[in-house]
């Protein structure tokens, strides 16, 4: 078997319960029970994985819409970093990725041609941004 897969396996002995989800590129893949699962709550299409297990996703771009509908079913879900050796829930992987957009955007301000309105602006959009992030 992959090593995906057997990663899936050790966290399942550790927590049946949990939903894992293994970013894989661009896409959030689920195997095995996890993908049967989504499957039959969401109409998730199954794909092969292997020729003895299933997988089903979503494409990263996706995991906003996801997470609300997965919270509305009341699924826990972990997601795995496979190649980093990262998992997150899904509160906390969402918030990241919010941090990062907010780190992004101070990164690209241009200091040097920021007139005061648009400094103004800026600051009031960032301080809306953090208080959504509590």
Do not use: H, W
């Amino acid at each position: 078997m992959s090593k995906l897969y057997n990663t899936y396996e050790e966290l399942k002995k550790e927590n049946s319960d949990l939903i894992y989800l293994f970013k894989s590129g661009i896409f959030f893949i689920a195997l095995d029970k996890d993908a049967y699962t989504l499957s039959n709550l969401l109409g998730f299409k199954l794909s092969n994985f292997t020729p003895t297990v299933v997988k089903c996703g979503f494409p990263c771009s996706a995991l906003e819409k996801y997470e609300k509908i997965f919270n509305a079913c009341n699924l826990t879900i972990k997601l795995i970093e496979p190649y980093k050796n990262i998992s997150y829930n899904l509160q906390d992987y969402s918030q990241n990725l919010r941090i990062t957009d907010i780190l992004n955007s101070i990164k690209a301000i241009d200091i040097n041609n920021l007139s005061i309105q648009e400094a103004y602006s800026f600051l009031e959009k960032l301080q809306n941004e953090v208080k959504n992030l509590a």
